[in-house]
């Protein structure tokens, strides 16, 4: 079964900075089954990234992801307030899905 | 629109059964995999298991097979996730997602989840 741990834990940072996100894969997993959600308190998760770097639609280009193997990354180019969020990575594979423990992203 | 609503928030005793529902509109519901996913409080996303509405195929996580049971009626559009004998740890908030039908295979609608209560 694989495990995914992403890191940091906790990020804080300001509106305007540059976030990046990482999700390490246990073994090499295919990049096509490779996503990220954003979830906020109160809400259900929203998909951000699929395939490990394609925006879901709607989502604005400031989100960016990346990697492959065992290693990808969600990047933030510019944080904006509303971006303040739980962010958890998933994989698919063998018909099971896997979500990494997640990121909280705060206001610093 | 395509949603997922789910049912209303349950508060139950140790013990007792529970069955929550999942009911999909806006497109067709038996072409989609159902997923269900645990939020215990203050906790990530834990996947459990996922259903194939046109033919009842599912498969479970190995942490909650033999704990709960996935099933869903396509003639109703619902998915339910039921337990036989309720514990408390298994006091959270339950999602469930509708699977994409590319080969991306990622959840790209989700409903607003159940929030369950075990307590004695």
């Known amino acids: 079964e694989i495990v995914l741990t992403q890191s940091p834990g906790t990020l804080s940072l300001s509106p305007g900075e540059r976030a990046t996100l990482s999700c390490r894969a246990s073994q090499s997993v295919s990049s096509s089954y490779l996503a990220w959600y954003q979830q906020k308190p109160g809400q259900a998760p929203r998909l951000l990234i699929y395939g490990a770097s394609s925006r879901a639609t709607g989502i604005p280009d400031r989100f960016s992801g990346s990697g492959s193997g065992t290693d990808f990354t969600l990047t933030i180019s510019r944080l904006e307030p509303e971006d303040f969020a739980v962010y958890y990575c998933q994989h698919y594979g063998s018909s099971l899905y896997t979500f990494g423990q997640g990121t909280k992203l705060e206001i610093k | 629109e395509v949603q997922l609503v789910q049912s209303g928030a349950e508060v139950k005793k140790p013990g007792e059964s529970l069955k929550i529902s999942c009911k999909g509109s806006?497109?067709?519901?038996?072409?989609?995999?159902i997923a269900w996913v645990r939020q215990m409080p203050g906790k990530g996303l834990e996947w459990m298991g996922i259903?194939?509405?046109?033919?009842?195929?599912?498969r479970y996580s190995p942490s909650f097979q033999g704990q709960v049971t996935i099933s869903a009626d396509k003639s109703t559009n619902t998915a339910y996730l039921q337990w036989s004998s309720l514990k408390a740890s298994d006091t959270g908030l339950y999602y469930c997602?509708?699977?994409?039908?590319?080969?991306?295979?990622?959840?790209?609608?989700w409903g607003k989840g159940t929030t369950v209560t075990v307590s004695s």
């Open positions: 806006g497109y067709k519901f038996s072409s989609y995999w």
């Open positions: 997602a509708r699977r994409t039908d590319t080969l991306f295979s990622y959840m790209d609608v």
């Open positions: 259903i194939y509405p046109g033919d009842s195929d599912s």
